[in-house]
């Protein structure tokens, strides 16, 4: 049965489970081809959007008060903190981007049958690998040399197209966005604002959270709420979003209480933030204490921002178990989708835990009850 499994699934990149998996996840037939395709995702992905998207992080919430992994009341005391979403890009070198743009105007080119007076490609590669050997030893006056070079040759290839796309307006629009992209690669210098980091992925931002082993990080900034306290289930995340344009940490927080309270339907009391939120300005009910201030009474709010803290393994969960850390979804509704698809993975993840250690600690139980009680002679 095995070798004729085999024999007819045979296709390159296609591994179909076996027939008795088959059989007992439901299908009444073996199939011969996978049953959903990836482009199938995309497409659900965009129908829903993030904001319907929210109703499934809102359904992980209700399912752990249901099964008592958290109460409400963990709900009125959060923790707030940002991070960045990191995208599926290559470190945006000039002579990376300056070799993508030669490649993608290659390709189209080829697709469009146009006929180039020279590619780039071959030289193109060559000067590329001597930059990386050159760019950090004591040639970098030529490596710098190579990448001046490279955009000259970009720059040719495009006028080449151009000239020969003129006047055709089908071959023009099917050129636009990539001409416009190459033309940005051409034009930024080192310190232009909204700069290009990647030619498939426009959205992408440059953002510094001043770490010490990573000075430049490229994605979008994302925030994040958790419960303070620590509840039986773990700390779940109760509310996550991405935020284009890498805004102020302050400027975030009315938004992120907002979306707390849309999906718990709680009303949140206390926000206890970083002092990257200091000047935020916050006007509504909820009171906001930031970390390292003074003039604190209250032990309680005192014990509660020593928890704000616990976030931070939070955040390296989702970006270790999660995608956050590479996120392959495109433009900024995939970083939006990416980001409430992570946050509820992370509460499955825990509700998983916590239903195994219920079972657990149930069986556990009937087999103390069946056992006979022994009688000490």
């Not at 470190?91 to 020279?118: V, Y």
């Not at 033309?183 to 080192?190: C, F, H, I, P, S």
């Not at 921002?305 to 392959?328: C, F, M, Q, V, Y």
Request: hydrophobic share 40%; net charge positive; proline share 4%.
């Amino acid at each position: 049965m095995r070798e004729y499994h085999v024999r007819i699934c045979e296709r390159p990149r296609v591994k179909l489970p076996r027939p008795t998996r088959q059989y007992f996840c439901g299908e009444q037939y073996f199939r011969h081809k996978l049953p959903l395709d990836r482009s199938s995702m995309t497409r659900w992905r965009g129908r829903i959007g993030p904001e319907k998207l929210e109703l499934l992080l809102a359904q992980t919430l209700a399912v752990a008060m249901r099964t008592d992994a958290v109460t409400p009341q963990a709900f009125e005391r959060v923790t707030l903190d940002t991070t960045v979403q990191t995208k599926a890009v290559a470190h945006p070198t000039d002579s990376h981007l300056t070799m993508r743009g030669i490649e993608l105007l290659n390709r189209l080119a080829k697709k469009h049958n146009i006929p180039l007076r020279q590619s780039f490609l071959r030289v193109g590669r060559r000067a590329k690998r001597d930059v990386s050997r050159l760019i950090h030893s004591r040639g970098h006056k030529q490596a710098m040399r190579w990448v001046r070079k490279m955009r000259t040759w970009l720059g040719r290839l495009d006028r080449d197209i151009g000239r020969k796309i003129a006047g055709n307006a089908a071959l023009e629009a099917a050129f636009s966005v990539a001409r416009e992209r190459v033309a940005r690669v051409l034009t930024q210098k080192a310190g232009d604002a909204n700069k290009l980091y990647a030619l498939h992925a426009p959205e992408v931002e440059c953002i510094a959270k001043g770490k010490a082993r990573i000075r430049y990080e490229f994605g979008v900034k994302t925030s994040i709420a958790v419960t303070n306290a620590r509840t039986a289930g773990g700390q779940f995340i109760i509310g996550c979003q991405a935020l284009p344009g890498s805004p102020y940490d302050g400027h975030t927080l009315t938004g992120q209480i907002a979306q707390v309270e849309r999906l718990t339907g709680v009303s949140v009391e206390r926000a206890y933030v970083d002092r990257g939120y200091r000047g935020h300005k916050h006007a509504g009910k909820a009171q906001v204490y930031i970390a390292h201030s003074r003039g604190i009474m209250s032990p309680t709010i005192k014990r509660e921002l020593r928890r704000r803290n616990a976030i931070e393994p939070i955040i390296g969960h989702t970006k270790s178990d999660g995608l956050l850390e590479r996120n392959h979804l495109a433009g900024a509704t995939g970083d939006a989708i990416n980001a409430i698809l992570v946050a509820a993975g992370h509460n499955m993840r825990l509700l998983i835990a916590w239903l195994a250690a219920l079972w657990h600690a149930l069986i556990t139980a009937l087999l103390s009850a069946s056992q006979p009680k022994r009688i000490a002679v």
